[in-house]
T-cell receptor, first 114, second 114 residues
Framework: AQSVAQPEDQVNVAEGNPLTVKCTYS??????LFWYVQYPNRGLQFLLK????DNLVKGSYGFEAEFNKSQTSFHLKKPSALVSDSALYFC????????????WGAGTKLIIKP | EAGVTQSPTHLIKTRGQQATLRCSPI?????VYWYQQALGLGLQFLLW???????NRGNFPPRFSGRQFPNYSSELNVNALELEDSALYLC?????????????FGPGTRLTVT
């Protein structure tokens, strides 16, 4: 079965430190990969996506993600965390043979401490 | 450019009643997606509409239904409400599918069933 895993329910990082939110996937075909962020009581906001090309993708708010085909991962990173980055982060994968439906990870709560 | 809008913001119903949730996509987007986000859980895919037709549905009973109108706005209907239907219902839109395009989310409708 096709799936997306976010192995950490919660990640705690001190402000100013680098952060990583992990995402791995198990799908057939060439995946399109997405990261979204959800602030409290809000809808989801698109951060970045990988479709093809350069494995390092840069997105909104200073976030970036690296596509690693051999490890089937698409980890979200930021060099220096801000308290305002505290939110719920979702990884999602779209594959052509799923009728283009997005497969969502369970989400990772990111807490940035001052 | 206006984002995805949803109405109402909050909806309180009693068990057995029907709920109707509405969504207006971003101008130019033809695909609309509905998701359920129960407390503490990730996104569960409900329905996908494109060009007025239902393209795919998630693992939900038939009492969850909807439609897409000629102006691409959409309606989600939940019949015979049950307590476990209490959740945040998110609508998203994108350019037409099959698609490499990201989805843009509305703020959601908080449905409470008592």
């Amino acid at each position: 079965a096709q799936s997306v895993a976010q192995p950490e329910d919660q990640v705690n990082v001190a402000e100013g430190n680098p952060l990583t939110v992990k995402c791995t996937y198990s799908v057939s075909g060439n995946p399109y990969l997405f990261w979204y962020v959800q602030y409290p009581n809000r809808g989801l906001q698109f951060l970045l996506k990988y479709i093809t090309g350069d494995n390092l993708v840069k997105g909104s708010y200073g976030f970036e993600a690296e596509f690693n085909k051999s490890q089937t991962s698409f980890h979200l990173k930021k060099p220096s965390a801000l308290v305002s980055d505290s939110a719920l982060y979702f990884c999602a994968v779209r594959v052509p043979d799923s009728n283009y439906q997005l497969i969502w990870g369970a989400g990772t709560k990111l807490i940035i401490k001052p | 450019e206006a984002g995805v809008t949803q109405s109402p913001t909050h909806l309180i119903k009693t068990r057995g009643q029907q709920a109707t949730l509405r969504c207006s996509p971003i101008s130019g987007h033809t695909s609309v997606y509905w998701y359920q986000q129960a407390l503490g859980l990730g996104l569960q895919f409900l329905l996908w509409y494109d060009e007025g037709e239902e393209r795919n549905r998630g693992n939900f009973p038939p009492r969850f239904s909807g439609r897409q109108f000629p102006n691409y706005s959409s309606e989600l209907n939940v019949n015979a409400l049950e307590l476990e239907d209490s959740a945040l219902y998110l609508c998203a839109s994108s350019f037409d599918s099959p698609s490499i395009y990201e989805q843009y989310f509305g703020p959601g409708t908080r449905l409470t069933v008592t």
